[in-house]
């Protein structure tokens, strides 16, 4: 069985960073893109940003980009989210996933394996 598993999450105040990993067992993920999503208390999973197995290619949501880095590290199975100048309305929990589709996607209906999600709460 393939497991993600996400850590890293807390507790900051607004300005301030974190940096989130993912780590996968038990399946291939390093040929496979990765992508990190988020849910808001009462508010659907969105999309935060992508990363191609070859690390060519990245893509993130707008509320994101220039703040957020992703990452990954083939060798350790591990994406990484960094996460620069947080704002509350980061405040969210933070899930990795799997795409096992060819091209980029922000579709969560593209990812298969999730992991169990990372808190992360940005205090103003």
């Known amino acids: 069985q393939g497991q993600l598993v996400e850590s890293g999450g807390g507790s900051v105040p607004a300005g301030g960073s974190l940096r989130l990993s993912c780590v996968g067992s038990?399946?291939?993920?390093?040929?496979?893109?990765m992508g990190w999503f988020r849910q808001a208390p009462g508010k659907e999973r969105e999309f935060v940003a992508t990363?191609?197995?070859?690390?060519?290619?990245?893509d993130y949501t707008d509320s994101v980009k220039g703040r957020f880095t992703v990452s990954r590290d083939n060798a350790k199975n591990t994406v990484y989210l960094h996460m620069n100048s947080l704002k509350p309305e980061d405040t969210a929990t933070y899930y990795c996933?799997?795409?096992?589709?060819?091209?980029?996607?922000?579709?969560?209906?593209?990812?298969?394996?999730w992991g169990q999600g990372t808190p992360v709460t940005v205090s103003s």
């Open positions: 996933a799997r795409d096992y589709g060819t091209t980029l996607s922000r579709r969560p209906e593209q990812y298969d394996y």
């Open positions: 038990g399946r291939t993920f390093s040929t496979y893109a």
């Open positions: 990363i191609s197995w070859d690390i060519e290619n990245t």
